[in-house]
């Protein structure tokens, strides 16, 4: 399963992200850490990349990757970000693996999670 979307860069755009990537993912996944990544991504590109921006999610088996790409090239420190338990240290502890890729257009933020199936699911 796959899914993409398009976003401009409002804060109107972070509770669209939430809806967007609890609405596509499947019912066999824990959701609340994947929302709560999706949103902090999304609200990262409204206040400092302040570009559009794209959501992608892919789901394999029991694994997923969830990318934000936008249109600066500023690449974000851990320690920029980290506003008290939230930004990139967040996103650290609830996923299993992150990365920050550049592109010709900008950056894409990449956040992979593994055995996302809720219990007994």
């Known amino acids: 399963m796959s899914a993409r979307k398009e976003f401009e ?16 993912l499947p019912p066999w ?3 609340e850490d994947v ?10 590109v409204v206040r400092h990349a302040r570009t559009d921006f794209r959501v992608d999610l892919a789901v ?3 694994r997923m990757r969830l990318e934000v790409s936008d249109g600066s090239s500023i690449v974000p420190a851990v320690e ?6 939230h930004g990139l240290r967040m996103i650290e502890a609830l996923s299993d693996r992150w990365g920050i890729e550049s592109t010709p257009t ?11 199936s809720v219990p007994n699911g």
Do not use: C, Y
Not at 9 to 24: D, I, K, M, N, T
Not at 80 to 85: G, R, S, V, W
Not at 106 to 116: A, H, M, R, Y
């Open 60 to 62: 394999e088996q029991r």
């Open 80 to 85: 920029d970000l980290a506003d008290n338990q």
């Open 29 to 31: 996944v824990r959701r």
């Open 35 to 44: 929302v709560l990544v999706a949103s902090e991504l999304a609200t990262n």
């Open 106 to 116: 900008g950056k894409t933020v990449w956040v992979e999670f593994d055995e996302l």
């Open 9 to 24: 860069p409002e804060a109107s755009s972070v509770r669209a992200v939430r809806l967007f990537v609890g609405e596509a």
